[in-house]
């Protein structure tokens, strides 16, 4: 075969052992996989193992974090990130080779269509509409900036769009839904600055209201029938549990506060 650019995958793990060896399989082509894993205790060193370019990393840190210390283990021209829940179709995947093969001059990276599974279906509306992620990009182009548990790389330059998407299996049931929730608002409240005042139970009311109105509403994630209304419903879920945490932590944090201030009288 005709040279072409190198391209090394950067995963994240933590006990997902299950979702592992199918996501690797998908890019098994790559020159190289580094996965970084936050000391899982399931299988996923010995999925890892099945893997002759797979080179894995056993690190402490946010996820974010892990992600860029990945990138900075790559090797190879190009760079890919991806979880182990997504899946990279074999369309994808030869349009990839097509990139690395020519790489267009002055083009920084690409954006990739994100097809999003829930409970066994593919969305088209609400949460599956149109959207792109920054995901393939040259070696030393982007990185995270570690603030929270969403958030896009940071980059610049010229980025184009595939055309054609990866597939990413967001939620396999309610109680994963409800798991990811609890994760993530634990993860993102303690990383917020404090308002000087209390964040009200009607800004809880209201996230959560705009979320629901949002993604089953606006975006008609209802056509996607019951799945959809759950996305949506889900949705409006997360926002209340993460303003209402975020209201334990200021009520926890003022209250403590308080004891400092009496025992140093």
Same mark, same amino acid.
């Given at each position: 075969?005709?040279? &072409?650019?190198? =391209?090394?995958?950067?995963?994240?793990?933590?006990?997902?052992? @299950?979702?592992?060896? %199918?996501? /690797? +399989?998908?890019?098994?082509?790559?020159?190289?996989?580094?996965?970084?894993?936050?000391?899982?205790?399931?299988?996923?060193?010995?999925?890892?193992?099945?893997?002759?370019?797979?080179?894995?990393?056993?690190?402490?840190?946010?996820?974010?974090?892990?992600?860029?210390?990945?990138?900075?283990?790559?090797?190879?021209?190009?760079?890919?990130?991806?979880?182990?829940?997504?899946?990279?179709?074999?369309?994808?995947?030869?349009?990839?080779?097509?990139?690395?093969?020519?790489?267009?001059?002055?083009?920084?990276?690409?954006?990739?269509?994100?097809?999003?599974?829930?409970?066994?279906?593919?969305?088209?509306?609400?949460?599956?509409?149109?959207?792109? &992620?920054?995901? =393939?990009?040259?070696?030393?182009?982007?990185?995270?900036?570690? @603030?929270?548990?969403? %958030?896009? /790389? +940071?980059?610049?330059?010229?980025?184009?769009?595939?055309?054609?998407?990866?597939?990413?299996?967001?939620?396999?049931?309610?109680?994963?839904?409800?798991?990811?929730?609890?994760?993530?608002?634990?993860?993102?409240?303690?990383?917020?600055?404090?308002?000087?005042?209390?964040?009200?139970?009607?800004?809880?009311?209201?996230?959560?209201?705009?979320?629901?109105?949002?993604?089953?509403?606006?975006?008609?994630?209802?056509?996607?029938?019951?799945?959809?209304?759950?996305?949506?419903?889900?949705?409006?879920?997360?926002?209340?549990?993460?303003?209402?945490?975020?209201?334990?932590?200021?009520?926890?944090?003022?209250?403590?506060?308080?004891?400092?201030? &009496?025992?140093?009288?």
């Amino acid at each position: 075969m005709p040279p &072409r650019a190198t =391209l090394s995958v950067v995963i994240p793990t933590k006990n997902t052992a @299950r979702l592992l060896r %199918e996501c /690797l +399989e998908s890019v098994a082509w790559a020159d190289e996989i580094v996965v970084v894993d936050m000391f899982s205790t399931d299988d996923t060193a010995a999925v890892c193992a099945d893997f002759p370019n797979c080179r894995l990393h056993e690190r402490e840190d946010y996820i974010f974090g892990n992600v860029n210390f990945g990138f900075d283990q790559a090797t190879s021209d190009w760079v890919m990130r991806l979880d182990t829940d997504e899946r990279i179709t074999p369309e994808l995947a030869a349009e990839i080779e097509s990139i690395l093969a020519q790489p267009p001059a002055g083009v920084t990276g690409y954006e990739l269509r994100e097809r999003r599974i829930v409970l066994g279906r593919e969305l088209a509306h609400g949460a599956g509409r149109e959207h792109y &992620r920054k995901m =393939l990009f040259r070696r030393g182009a982007a990185r995270y900036p570690v @603030r929270h548990e969403h %958030e896009e /790389l +940071e980059t610049s330059g010229t980025w184009l769009r595939a055309r054609h998407g990866y597939l990413h299996y967001n939620y396999a049931s309610v109680a994963e839904y409800l798991e990811k929730t609890n994760y993530y608002t634990d993860e993102d409240v303690p990383r917020v600055t404090l308002p000087a005042q209390p964040p009200s139970a009607g800004k809880a009311l209201l996230e959560a209201a705009r979320a629901f109105y949002l993604y089953v509403l606006k975006w008609r994630g209802y056509r996607d029938g019951w799945v959809g209304i759950l996305d949506g419903g889900m949705r409006a879920v997360y926002q209340f549990t993460y303003w209402m945490k975020l209201r334990e932590r200021w009520e926890r944090e003022r209250a403590a506060s308080q004891v400092s201030t &009496r025992s140093q009288e």
